[in-house]
């Protein structure tokens, strides 16, 4: 499988960017995709994941309330809407994609549970 990451972009703080993630390969039912983002300085982190196969989803605290995750199945792709963004929003966004249940569930956020990543897409908010 391959992901690939696209909609970042410069905005405004309070503005909204939606994020894409196309998964080549199989059908999404088979994974479990999660974005994961790595501020300037700092450790990547969970964002949110959402599970292929019943579209159960998961979201990291600080995006909670502002970020949604979603997946069209037909088109194989996983979207991350983020609205009310704010500067601590600013960095490089992956997806990436593991067949590991935990991975989008009690393992939220751990990286290393996660084999397919796609390219990363820079998203800068300023203030």
């Known amino acids: 499988v391959q992901l690939q990451a696209s909609g970042g972009g410069l905005v405004q703080a309070g503005g909204s960017l939606r994020l894409s993630c196309a998964v080549s390969?199989?059908?999404?039912?088979?994974?479990?995709v999660a974005w994961f983002r790595r501020a300037p300085g700092k450790e990547r982190k969970g964002v949110s994941c959402?599970?292929?196969?019943?579209?159960?989803?998961h979201y990291g605290d600080a995006v909670k309330g502002r970020f949604t995750v979603t997946s069209d199945k037909a088109k194989k792709t996983v979207y991350l809407q983020m609205n009310n963004l704010n500067p601590e929003d600013t960095a490089v966004y992956y997806c990436?994609?593991?067949?590991?249940?935990?991975?989008?569930?009690?393992?939220?956020?751990?990286?290393?549970?996660?084999?397919?990543w796609g390219q990363g897409t820079q998203v800068t908010v300023s203030s």
């Open positions: 390969g199989r059908t999404l039912s088979d994974y479990y």
């Open positions: 959402i599970r292929g196969r019943d579209s159960n989803k």
């Open positions: 990436a994609a593991t067949n590991y249940r935990p991975a989008c569930g009690a393992a939220f956020g751990v990286s290393v549970y996660y084999e397919k």
